[in-house]
């Protein structure tokens, strides 16, 4: 009879646990942005790392896999090394990767000195956070990518670590 209270608590812990990660994946997994959200990404412009104002309009036209991340995010920085290599192995096909730093300038640079990357890295602080949310990240949490297709669609967002394959397959999709 001692046993009877632990019989009803374990059926309420597990329906506690399913009701708390419905909750979380229904409120904070990407979602589809407003199509306002993405115009006005190509009219929205950051500086480089060297200070240099660059457009993400210049992109357009391109399949882009925008990248938002940070210097003190561990899985920002494991990612980086596979879209080094898919950069390299898509570019052909008329595919850029941008990453836009949630960061300040003086803590990328020093990041991009111990690992560098070779596709354009642009600083966009708060605001690029701001970006991020509109573009279909309800948390805020990072790393979080889009690819956007030809047209400036959509056809990805990825909240957390982006597995390889997963990206390869979505680039796959594209000829050059």
């Not at 229904?26 to 200070?51: K, N, Q, S």
């Not at 080094?84 to 192995?89: N, T």
């Not at 595919?95 to 560098?116: H, K, W, Y």
Request: net charge positive.
């Amino acid at each position: 009879m001692q046993n009877k209270p632990l019989l009803y608590a374990i059926p309420l812990a597990l329906a506690a646990l399913i009701a708390g990660g419905w909750l979380a994946s229904t409120r904070y997994a990407p979602h589809a942005p407003a199509t306002a959200a993405v115009a006005t990404l190509w009219a929205l412009d950051f500086p480089d790392v060297a200070g240099r104002t660059q457009a993400l309009s210049q992109w357009r036209g391109q399949v882009v896999v925008l990248n938002f991340w940070a210097s003190w995010c561990g899985p920002c920085r494991e990612e980086m090394p596979d879209f080094a290599a898919l950069r390299a192995q898509y570019r052909s096909r008329g595919v850029e990767f941008v990453g836009i730093a949630i960061d300040n300038s003086t803590n990328v640079a020093r990041f991009l000195r111990q690992m560098p990357v070779d596709y354009p890295i642009l600083i966009g602080e708060g605001a690029a956070h701001t970006l991020a949310r509109r573009l279909g990240n309800p948390s805020g949490a990072l790393p979080y990518t889009i690819v956007l297709d030809r047209d400036g669609n959509i056809v990805l967002s990825h909240l957390g670590r982006l597995p390889r394959a997963k990206l390869e397959a979505t680039l796959n999709q594209f000829k050059a």
